[in-house]
């Protein structure tokens, strides 16, 4: 499990990396283009493709950051009325809601799969890219499916803990609290 939660991680990170590098070029290339003397050898560079690159990363990154989600507990919930109930029934509506978003991301997956599976025999490339587009849209299954699998994992997690995953929003990943409050006291 921990090479999958590392390779999500690392997914995840580095599509959200290259899209700000990208953009960030695409804009330096912008502004380049306007100065005089520069724009006669940055004008031959085409940053046409920068956009749809993003956006597709974008998509890409949401899709396995949902499912990031999932696993860490980061998703909002509206759980006000669940918290109140008896421990048996709270247990009932919880599995109840992991069990619908399982079900939902599988469907969503397995629909997805075979759209990605129609649009492979087609020719159709990206606009600007000229990528196949089924590979762009293979997103929609690999992240459904993963996404899918967190639920399940959960599930499975509360069932033999009686824990959901939280995010402590008090705690940053890489720092010691106890090192952190000597350090802030005085000297």
Known sequence: ??????????????????????IFASVVHRYFSGVPYIQDYVLHWNFAWAQELCI??????????????????????????????????RSKFVL?????????????????????????ETEQVSADLEWPMWIIYLAVPLGSYLMCFRFLQVAWTFVRTGELPHHDHAQVDGIDPVEAANEGGPA
């Open 96 to 120: 109840f809601g992991l069990g619908a978003g399982a079900l939902f991301t599988f469907i969503v997956g397995s629909l997805g799969a075979r759209f990605v599976y129609h649009i492979s």
């Open 56 to 89: 597709y990363m974008f998509v890409w990154m949401a899709k396995f950051g949902a499912a990031y989600g999932v696993r860490t507990g980061i998703h909002v919930g509206v759980d006000v009325i669940i918290n109140r109930m008896e421990p048996h029934l």
């Open 1 to 22: 499990m921990k090479i999958l939660d590392r390779l999500e991680e690392t997914l995840i990170a580095s599509l959200m990396a290259g899209a700000t590098l990208v």
